[in-house]
């Protein structure tokens, strides 16, 4: 799944600020923290011959106590450089997951219950208007530069992000804040300009983590290729086109309440950049990866070893989807997107691009997504031939002698964009190309490198159609998509009376009126064929058995569901 950000960002070389944050690093020789190791009892059934009949008996045997080593080095993936590390302006895989490791955020999710717990805060409450939200942070809790957090920290982090001249996700994670305030030194208070539903859960997004104002102007413009945060890892160096590596933090006891209170045990994770899924798969064959995505196409390679663990999880969002540019002819009307709709075999896809590991999605939002609306199951357009061809006359367009639909005598063709380093979207234009040539449609396959395909999309408003992705855990992702403000509205959609709906939905934070709201924006996304989903697919987590202890969240984007707290290498 491939959420980006536009490349306009300046690479510089910043040895001087790396070899400062280097020398903060634990030495690798450092001493196991002291860590209590509670006795497992596991049930064992066996059969066993007693007095001449075989007999099924249970016993009880203690696990053997393990005491969790310090060191090691554990091997992840990255498919290919984000355009920067600066925690306010990560975005999807491009960084996120490298920034949740050397940063740190408010609140997190638990691991079991999936419900919304203090990381970096200790408690917090709620005004009963809702407008204002007041969190108490935890003491001692240092910056990797040496700087105490301080709620001064999250004010000048939300400053920073309201600067018109400095494009980030941040901005959009606090638009509904009108001004942050220190109470005291650990008290920060979020004021907004309307209540909120969302706001708690941008909360535990990596880009609303604090920054430190000393490291950013230590940095200059630079600070992008060299982040400070307050997590368990420090950044170390970053080698464009090879790898990023992060150091155990010595000083880190402020984790979550679901993690040991300590250090990290690994010593250093390393990001290797590997655009290409098969040098990925034989690097986790051949042990020299540890952790890394794996698409559904090649999980089979991994199920059924013990070599391996593998977690999965439905995908939050949506991916792969077509988008359109609704500026163009004749993709500004209604019937010319529901005839794609209409022509679009999402069973088919599933088969050729998941393998048949995924479930068709009807709507902008997958289920298990907070605000999902099971309506769009019984309204969204299925495939029907004869209704797209029947829509495509009504538009006026014959087919030519060659099957393929002409106007005024003028052959129609239409170009679909997608990721060069995305397989599933790839794959998925290559079947579209298929099922829309039985309509008539001559569908046009342009592949772009992820930086160039997400500005033409989000940036220059430069495609037909595309086929993006994008991860969200609730439903703002509606207002992010279908706003005429939204910063994933790709095609620049521009209906007011939608925008002010979706500004009334981010605002109302009583649930059943919410969830009413969301199911009509839903409903009215589906009828009017803003996007073509395909199909929920599961993500897949895979890491070689040498490494243990690995834990996974059961709430938030389940892409960066893995926490590496209590990880080990033995």
């Not at 450089?81 to 925690?87: A, G, I, M, V, Y």
């Not at 209540?195 to 230590?218: C, G, H, I, M, R």
């Not at 609730?474 to 706003?483: A, C, G, V």
């Not at 938030?556 to 926490?563: F, K, L, M, S």
Request: hydrophobic residues 40%.
């Amino acid at each position: 799944m491939k959420n980006s950000q536009k490349k306009w960002w300046n690479w510089l070389s910043l040895v001087v600020v790396a070899c400062m944050l280097a020398a903060c690093a634990a030495p690798a020789s450092q001493a196991a923290p002291a860590v209590t190791v509670v006795e497992k009892e596991i049930k064992v059934i066996e059969t066993k011959i007693v007095e001449g009949t075989p007999q099924v008996v249970e016993r009880i045997v203690t696990a053997t106590p393990v005491t969790p080593q310090v060191g090691g080095k554990m091997v992840l993936t990255l498919y290919t450089d984000p355009p920067s590390l600066d925690q306010q302006v990560v975005n999807g895989t491009l960084g996120a997951d490298v920034a949740m490791r050397y940063g740190a955020t408010l609140l997190t999710y638990d691991l079991e219950s999936g419900a919304l717990v203090g990381y970096l805060a200790e408690s917090w409450s709620n005004s009963p208007d809702g407008l204002e939200l007041t969190f108490k942070l935890k003491s001692g809790v240092k910056f990797h530069n040496g700087e105490p957090l301080t709620a001064q920290d999250f004010v000048y982090t939300f400053e920073r992000s309201q600067d018109p001249n400095f494009a980030n996700l941040a901005k959009d994670m606090f638009a509904s804040v009108s001004k942050v305030e220190a109470v005291d030194d650990l008290t920060v208070k979020f004021v907004l300009s309307a209540p909120s539903y969302s706001f708690l859960d941008n909360l535990a997004s990596t880009s609303t983590q604090p920054v430190n104002k000393k490291a950013v102007e230590a940095a200059g413009d630079g600070y992008g290729k060299s982040p400070v945060g307050v997590g368990p890892f420090i950044f170390k160096e970053w080698v464009t086109g090879e790898k990023i590596v992060l150091e155990r933090n010595p000083d880190f006891n402020w984790g979550p309440a679901y993690a040991h209170q300590g250090p990290a045990y690994i010593q250093e994770l390393e990001f290797r950049i590997l655009p290409e899924p098969a040098t990925i798969i034989a690097g986790l064959e051949a042990g020299e990866i540890d952790f890394s995505e794996v698409y559904a196409s090649d999980i089979s390679r991994y199920e059924n070893s013990d070599k391996y663990v593998i977690w999965q999880a439905p995908m939050l969002g949506i991916y792969p989807y077509v988008a359109f540019n609704y500026s163009v002819p004749p993709l500004d009307d209604v019937r010319f997107r529901q005839a794609l709709s209409y022509a679009t075999d999402k069973e088919s896809i599933i088969k050729v691009v998941a393998q048949g590991r995924a479930v068709v999605q009807w709507g902008p939002l997958s289920d298990g997504m907070s605000g999902y609306w099971p309506g769009v199951e019984y309204i969204g357009l299925g495939y029907d031939l004869p209704k797209a061809q029947a829509l495509m006359a009504d538009l006026g367009y014959t087919l030519n002698a060659d099957g393929m639909l002409e106007k005024d005598g003028e052959p129609f063709k239409l170009t679909v964009k997608a990721d060069s380093t995305d397989p599933n979207a790839m794959k998925t234009a290559e079947v579209l190309k298929e099922q829309y040539k039985a309509l008539g449609v001559d569908l046009e396959i342009q592949l772009e490198e992820m930086g160039v395909f997400y500005d033409d999309l989000l940036g220059k408003n430069n495609f037909e159609i595309g086929l993006p992705g994008l991860g969200w855990p609730n439903d703002d992702l509606l207002w992010m998509m279908f706003h005429k403000d939204g910063p994933v509205n790709m095609g620049k959609y521009t209906n007011d009376e939608l925008s002010a709906q979706l500004d009334t939905l981010r605002s109302t934070v009583d649930t059943e009126a919410h969830l009413k709201l969301s199911a009509e924006i839903q409903k009215f996304a589906v009828e009017n064929a803003l996007v073509i989903p395909t199909f929920t697919m599961l993500q897949y987590l895979v890491y070689g058995s040498r490494v243990k202890d690995v834990t996974f969240k059961a709430g938030g984007d389940p892409r960066y569901a893995a926490e590496f707290f209590d990880a080990y290498i033995p």
